[in-house]
């Protein structure tokens, strides 16, 4: 039989590289002949997997890590009937059966048929429905003609690979943040989390016409990649209020939109950065953003968190001041992003060079060996986007 190997959770702070076994097209005792087996071009390390990774969920010791995945289909089973083996795909980090009312919708990130704790599913992550992760050199993709975006050009898309293995999850998680906040031409935006999925909507907010991109953050080289691709940047150390830096770069101290890029691991501003404090970028914003803005909230909020700062942390309760959001009439989006209402779009804009998020969010071809490596170094705060090329084929067309 094949050989596979992939990333496994082994406790806070410790993954390691394991043999696992090939995966099969089955769903428990049962075949999953919608389904298919890819071999794996790049699979991404994302910061949702850096909270398991520090020990912040729930998630089981042996997981197998990984929701960002483009592969090539090796096989595919007998009710397939429009993806073909050698097949170039993106694969949605959220795992949608095309068939409940939810996925009718369009809200693939709250599929009803996937997840039997509650809705919604991801591979390789806690509470997500149990599906084996794709840090990996294989993995089975379920619901297949639903869930794959095919490349219409196989060169083409390898030549832009770095660009294209975003479409799994940051680029439209970070364009949904943008949409889902108003941005359009001529607004001034600010993003919370010059992260990979904040520099992601940085560059999301640039491609819809804002007309001045803000990001702040706390990490000196995480805001100099936000600088390099035009975006006015805020230090959040400095002693000065968010409010008062942003009145220093638009003449008024509000903007007229805002995302939440950073989610609940979020620690305070100036003489109080560093302190974890989980509800104040969402209360930063409200104070932020102008009477009836809107609020993207991509950032990652859970339902239970171990190292919570207090009780209430710990099951997700936060002290929200939702008087001032309610007072200014702002409008929140929360949740997972709904993965195929963007990405078929962003692969054209991509495809036609009309944005370069790999460029943006600074993108790093690694092995699957050295997986451990790039999640220490992405705790470190490194202001890169590692990408595991398992079978060295993504960084040598790159």
């Given amino acids: 039989m094949a050989s596979n190997r992939g990333v496994a959770y082994m406790g806070p702070g410790k993954v390691e590289i394991q043999s696992i076994d090939f995966p099969k097209l089955t769903l428990g005792s049962r075949k999953c002949d919608h389904g298919v087996i890819l071999r794996i071009v790049t699979t991404n390390i994302c910061g949702s997997d850096q909270h398991m990774v520090r020990g912040r969920t729930t998630a089981p010791q042996g997981l197998i890590l990984g929701h960002e995945i483009t592969g090539e289909v090796i096989e595919a089973g007998r009710d397939v009937e429009f ?37 919604g599913a991801a591979y390789g992550y806690v509470d997500m429905g149990g599906w084996v992760g794709g840090q990996a050199e294989y993995v089975m993709v379920p619901y297949a003609d639903f869930n794959l975006l095919k490349f219409p050009d196989r060169d083409r898309a390898m030549a832009k690979i770095g660009d294209l293995t975003l479409l799994s999850d940051i680029f439209p998680t970070g364009y949904h943040g943008a949409v889902t906040a108003g941005v359009g031409p001529g607004v001034v935006v600010y993003v919370a989390g010059a992260g990979p999925v904040g520099l992601a909507c940085a560059s999301a907010c ?32 400095k002693n000065a209020s968010l409010a ?31 302190v974890e404090q989980p509800a104040t970028v969402l ?25 919570g700062v207090d009780a209430d942390a710990k099951v997700g309760r936060l002290g929200l001041r939702i008087g001032l959001g309610w007072a200014k009439s702002h409008t929140f989006t929360t949740g997972q992003c709904p ?10 804009a991509i495809l036609y060079e009309r944005v370069q998020p790999a460029k943006a969010v600074n ?27 398992p079978h060295g084929m993504a960084g040598k067309a790159a």
């Fill in 244 to 274: 008062e830096q942003i009145e220093q770069i638009v003449g008024t101290p509000e903007v007229d939109c805002a995302v939440d890029c950073v989610g609940f691991e979020a620690r305070g501003h100036g003489a109080e950065a560093g």
């Fill in 339 to 348: 993965v195929m209402r963007y990405h078929r779009q962003l692969m054209q």
């Fill in 363 to 389: 993108v790093t071809f690694i092995s699957l060996d050295d997986a451990p490596t790039g999640y220490k170094d992405f705790d470190r705060g490194a202001a890169r986007k590692f990408v595991i090329d």
């Fill in 206 to 237: 640039q491609l819809l016409g804002a007309a001045c991109v803000i990001v702040g953050d706390m990490i000196g080289e995480r805001l100099a990649q936000a600088k390099s691709f035009g975006c006015e940047v805020i230090d959040l150390k």
């Fill in 83 to 119: 993806i073909k083996v050698g097949d170039l795909c993106s694969v949605p980090f959220n795992i949608a059966c095309g068939r409940c009312r939810n996925c009718k919708e369009g809200r693939t990130g709250i599929c009803l048929n996937v997840n039997p704790a509650r809705p």
């Fill in 283 to 307: 209360n930063s914003l409200m104070a932020l953003t102008r009477a009836g803005g809107a609020i993207g909230i991509p950032g990652l909020y859970v339902t239970d968190d171990p190292g």
